[in-house]
């Protein structure tokens, strides 16, 4: 965003050095934290889920285990897309 200001002794506008430009990186930083934060906490909700799962049911262990692996890989790609996107997206 610009930020216009106004001189007290003149009827210019002149804009400080806050650009939309300039905003973008730290923009995008962010996003990329967001997305990387919330695939942690995704997968850590799958994996918490598999274990209790696996405790409750031993014998599924290798389906519990193979569905909780695709499903963890799915959201780190989507993670993946989404910080890839955060940096190009604002360029």
């Known amino acids: 965003m610009v930020f216009p200001l106004y001189r007290a002794s003149s009827s ?6 806050f650009s939309f ?6 923009l995008a930083a962010i996003g990329a ?12 909700k799958i ?3 598999a274990m209790e799962a696996i405790s409750r049911q031993p014998e599924a262990v290798g ?6 692996i695709l499903t963890a890989a799915l959201i780190e790609g ?11 997206g604002g360029a």
Do not use: C
Request: hydrophobic content about 55%; cysteine-free; charged content about 5%.
């Open 12 to 17: 210019k506008i002149f804009f400080n050095h």
């Open 47 to 49: 994996g918490s889920a």
């Open 78 to 88: 989507a993670a993946v897309i989404a910080i890839i996107l955060s940096f190009f």
């Open 63 to 68: 389906d519990i285990r193979a569905n909780m």
């Open 33 to 44: 934290g967001l997305a990387v934060l919330g695939a942690g906490y995704g997968i850590g």
């Open 21 to 26: 430009y300039t905003m973008t990186g730290t």
